[in-house]
């Protein structure tokens, strides 16, 4: 995790997978389980630029490992609003200002649509839609994220979205979500050290 690229990337994501698969087993064969994650881990890699840069994620992993019926993947995105992160790893996390989405990407197609249709947020069920095969670009934002990149496309990704997700929910204008408070004994490190959010 200190470094940066793909091998960081993908024993982080293979982690990931191990610790589900943990999980699953010691519930029981008949388990099942909810993962929360960010898009560029829970989306399938291969629908992405991800697989031609050597990376995987867990949602792509998943697919593989337990099958595409025994595995769902449900997307998140919005036009704008506001985001709670950090600016680098480490960093004091804050409420930033997500700007509007990039003209073509995903995301500026759904802002389109819930205008047309009058309605804050829609969700969209994948099942083979053949119009969302078109790779647009798709936002990406995390537990860092950096506005400035939005105008040269760096917080974006190449993006399939039917072959990415089975589902996703778009809300056209988000409010940052709050960090639950922790506490922690002195002397112990905190479950979510280093970063905490």
Same mark, same amino acid.
Do not use: C
């Given at each position: 995790? !200190?470094?940066?690229?793909?091998?960081?990337?993908?024993? #982080?994501?293979?982690?990931?997978?191990?610790?589900?698969?943990?999980?699953? *087993?010691?519930?029981?064969?008949?388990?099942?389980?909810?993962?929360?994650?960010?898009?560029?881990?829970?989306?399938?890699?291969?629908?992405?630029?991800?697989?031609?840069?050597?990376?995987?994620?867990?949602?792509?992993?998943?697919?593989?490992?337990?099958?595409?019926?025994?595995?769902?993947?449900?997307?998140?995105?919005?036009?704008?609003?506001?985001?709670?992160?950090? #600016?680098?790893?480490?960093? &004091?996390?804050?409420?930033?200002? !997500?700007?509007?989405? *990039?003209?073509?990407?995903?995301?500026?197609?759904?802002? *389109?649509?819930? !205008?047309?249709?009058?309605?804050?947020?829609?969700?969209?069920?994948?099942?083979?839609?053949?119009?969302? *095969?078109?790779?647009?670009?798709?936002?990406?934002?995390?537990?860092?994220?950096?506005?400035?990149?939005?105008?040269?496309?760096?917080?974006?990704?190449?993006?399939?979205?039917?072959?990415?997700?089975?589902?996703?929910?778009?809300?056209?204008?988000?409010?940052?979500?709050?960090?639950?408070? &922790?506490?922690?004994?002195?002397?112990?490190?905190?479950?979510?050290?280093?970063?905490?959010?």
């Amino acid at each position: 995790m !200190l470094f940066q690229g793909a091998d960081s990337w993908n024993i #982080r994501d293979e982690h990931m997978l191990d610790t589900l698969d943990s999980l699953l *087993r010691l519930h029981g064969p008949h388990s099942k389980g909810i993962v929360w994650a960010h898009n560029t881990h829970i989306g399938d890699y291969h629908a992405t630029d991800m697989v031609e840069e050597g990376y995987v994620n867990l949602g792509g992993l998943a697919r593989e490992k337990y099958g595409m019926k025994d595995t769902a993947l449900v997307g998140f995105g919005t036009y704008q609003g506001q985001v709670f992160a950090g #600016r680098a790893w480490g960093a &004091r996390p804050e409420v930033m200002i !997500l700007p509007p989405a *990039r003209v073509k990407s995903y995301e500026d197609l759904f802002h *389109r649509a819930a !205008l047309e249709m009058d309605t804050p947020s829609f969700y969209l069920l994948m099942d083979g839609e053949e119009k969302f *095969r078109e790779k647009l670009e798709h936002r990406a934002v995390g537990v860092v994220y950096q506005s400035e990149f939005e105008e040269h496309g760096r917080n974006y990704v190449p993006t399939t979205l039917s072959g990415r997700y089975d589902a996703f929910i778009f809300v056209d204008q988000t409010t940052a979500l709050r960090s639950i408070a &922790r506490a922690t004994e002195k002397g112990k490190i905190p479950e979510t050290w280093p970063v905490g959010i």
